[in-house]
């Protein structure tokens, strides 16, 4: 594979070979499952050192663009998982020391935009999802572990009625940095009738299509978890903690 | 290094291992810069095999947790860059398709809170920063690439202002989506005055503490983007193109 490289270029050599394929794979050249040329022939046709292929590969497997299997030498194009990259912000946010607020208050800039999407998008397999979250939500009144997790799950589907795949990749790092302390607050204080509540009025809104009403019951929602905080004697302001349940 | 694994288990060997060392790193026992023990030495005293180690630290290093140089064994603990795992997520978005109404909105939610919270939080070097950014965007009013990048660097200050590192890096990958149509705006249209106008009302805001007229300008500027797609005559539905200055 012969690519457009200037060795006299500003550019590191490496960088415009990652680049150029990383353009034949966005554009669709090169397709997730194809096989990439070896890395030999990659040098020998382009007339470059073999240390800067490597280097440009791997780039592009840090960036999940390539793949290998454990010990093989084969590398195939992949599609980069939103998800996964997403949940990796994780990490260095805890090592840098972000604290609760930052993380509630970025929940509270997605999800109240979120709501209001969802009630503009709305659609009968996302109304069902909601409304059987809802009724599990009403089963599970009294146990705090099943509630921190359908909370997770209402605002999850939220963000997918919103048919927002960016507010969706957006959010998921927060709610796992946000979520491990909210179970705390669950567990202590009464919390319960008021987490249903304020779910049922933002589903109740969504179906509606009352989009300012929706974000407004979510902003609602949100304040309330900073209260439920403060009650329970948390500091909003302490750092964030990784959540023991994430896996690396 | 002796780590608590459990061969009878049911998560995989090499995941228990990544999450071990994960959680020495993000504790602190192991600081950014140390060097990491041999693969052999981490397989013989665990009792496990060489490519299960190898294979949890592939996952590290995908992370940004171990870093090595290129073409060496030694490995070392690194704080993985939040700006640049953040960057990450273009790829894929792009990949998947997003639209630029989805990216639109994700900035719409994102940005009224960072003009809120740096209202709050505002100080004398955000403020000076800010005012810069002004004196500047006053100066090009006829350059509409020059405009382009002021206007990047005015909501990247922005969220600086609001002293909030999750909003920063979570805004990073969505303002490089959708920036470099916006240059077609600027050149298109007219728009360098209502730009200013916005710009200067928010700081105005900001300035006077005033976190509800912040916020509320900052949603109008950002509404502005969107009508100046639609009077561009470009479509909010189309899919977000990878922008062409980023290197990989």
Redesign the interface.
């Known amino acids: 594979m012969k690519l457009d490289l200037d060795t006299t270029a500003d ?1 590191p050599v490496f ?1 415009q070979l ?2 150029a ?3 034949k ?2 554009s669709g050249e090169l397709q997730p499952g194809a096989r990439m040329p070896a890395e030999t022939a990659l040098a020998s046709e382009n007339g470059i050192h073999r ?1 800067t292929v ?3 590969i ?8 390539l793949y290998r299997e ?2 093989k030498r084969k590398l195939f194009v992949s ?4 998800e996964e ?2 949940r ?2 994780v ?6 020391g ?1 604290t609760f607020e ?2 509630w ?2 929940i ?3 999800d ?3 709501a209001e ?1 969802a009630a503009n998008r709305r659609n009968a397999d996302n109304l069902a999802a909601l409304e059987d979250n809802i009724s599990r939500t009403r089963a599970a009144m009294d146990d705090p572990d099943a509630l921190v997790k359908l909370d997770i799950e209402f605002h999850e589907l939220i963000a997918l009625a ?1 048919n ?4 969706q ?2 959010r998921l790092p ?1 709610s796992d940095l946000f979520y491990p302390s909210f179970q705390t607050v669950m567990t202590s204080l009464n919390a319960s009738e008021r987490l249903l509540t304020a779910h049922e009025k933002i589903l109740q809104a969504i179906k509606w299509g009352d989009a300012d009403e929706a974000k407004a019951w979510m902003i609602k929602h949100i304040n309330d978890f900073r209260k439920g905080y403060e009650l329970a004697s948390l500091d909003i302001t302490d750092p964030a903690v ?1 959540p023991k349940a994430r ?2």
Chains 1, 2 share one sequence.
């Open positions: 550019l960088r990652a680049l394929l990383q353009t794979i966005l240390s490597r280097e440009a791997r780039s592009l497997e840090q960036q999940g663009l454990e010990g599609r980069p998982d939103t990259l997403s990796r912000l990490t260095p946010l805890v090592m840098n972000v930052e993380i208050e970025a509270r800039a997605l109240p935009v979120a999407a919103a927002n795949r960016v507010i990749s957006l927060i990784f896996q690396a």
